[in-house]
C-alpha cells in the first residue's frame, strides 16, 4: 500500500493493490469516514477484509462506495448496505450507494454454521420525521427567495477563515474535504442583506458532468433559510451553466430546515446514509439530494 498527497491540507488518498485486490480509499478526517473506490470489480472476499482494516487503522468509523447496479450484489455479499442512489452520477447510468460502519462490517463475519449473519437496520424514525416535516412545509411549494442574494467566486483565504470561524461556534457542516479523484473544485460565497453570508462549495468530476454541492452552515433562522435557498439556487444556475447534469448534496437527517431548503430547490431524497455524517462528535443519518440539471451530452 502507498499513499499520495491529495489537494486539500491534511488529506490523503491511500491506495492498496495486493492479494488480487486493486483500492483507492478516500478518507474524510471531519467525519471520520472513508469513500472506497474499486479498481477491480468481483466479490473477491479479501476487500471486505481489507477496507476493515484499512479503516480501523486510519481511524474511520464509516465506510460506503459508489458504484453502478452490476456490482451491488458483490458489495452487499462484502457486508455493505444499500443506502440511495444518485440518478446520473455516471452521466448516463445511475450510482448506488452502499455503507456500513466499520463495527458492522468487523461484526459481519460467518457464525458457527458458516452462514453470514444479517447486520441491523438502524432507526429510521427521526429521518423520515424530518422528511415528512420538511416535505409538508409551505415553503417547498412556494420557495422562499431573497432578492438581495448574491453569488462571486470565494477566494481561499476567505473560505480558510469561514471554516475556521464555523468550526470555533461548532456549526460546520463541512470543510470541503474531497469526495472523489480528479475533480475540480469551486468555491463560491453568497451574501444578502441583514449580515448573511454562506460559503458554498461545488466539486465537480468532469469526465460524468456531475458535481457534489456542499454547505458550511446551516440556516438557524426563517430568514438564513430564504437566503440559505437563493444561494443553493444560485449556484445550481451556475452549475447547469457549466454543463453539469447530474447534482447531489448531503444533509443531517435531523435538520429540517436543509430538507426545507434542498426541496424548495427540486431535489429529491434519494437515500438515507446510516451514521455518514459527525456533528459534534456525535453520528447521525445523512439525507442523500439529487437533483438533474440538464440532459448528458456526449463529449
Known sequence: ???????????????????????????????????????????????????????RQEDVERVFTLVERDEITTWTRLGFQREGTIPGYYKRSDAWVLGTTVDRLMAAHTDESGMRRALVETDS???ERTYQLARRDPRVQTPPTN?????????????????????????????????????????????????????LGAERQLCFDNAFLELLLAPRTDKETASTCAAVGLVCDELFEQDVASCFAFSPADEAELAVVFLAN??????????????????VDAFLWTRKLAVPTDP
Open 266 to 283: 427540486g431535489f429529491r431524497k434519494t437515500g438515507v446514509l446510516r451514521a455518514h455524517l459527525t456533528r459534534r462528535d456525535e453520528r
Open 125 to 127: 424514525a427521526i429521518a
Open 1 to 55: 500500500m502507498h499513499t499520495s498527497s491529495n489537494r486539500v491540507i491534511g488529506t490523503t488518498e491511500l491506495f492498496y493493490s495486493a492479494q488480487g485486490v486493486s483500492l483507492c480509499l478516500v478518507p474524510n478526517r471531519r467525519h471520520r469516514s472513508m469513500r472506497v473506490i474499486d479498481f477491480r470489480s468481483g466479490a473477491n472476499p479479501a476487500k471486505s477484509t481489507i477496507v476493515a482494516r484499512l479503516a
Open 147 to 199: 432578492s438581495s442574494a448574491r453569488l462571486q467566486p470565494a477566494r481561499d483565504a476567505d473560505v480558510r477563515r469561514a471554516i475556521a470561524a464555523a468550526g470555533r461556534a461548532r456549526r460546520a457542516l463541512t470543510g470541503f474535504e474531497p469526495f472523489g479523484r480528479d475533480v475540480a473544485r469551486e468555491q463560491y460565497v453568497c451574501t444578502a442583506r441583514g449580515g448573511f453570508s454562506l460559503v
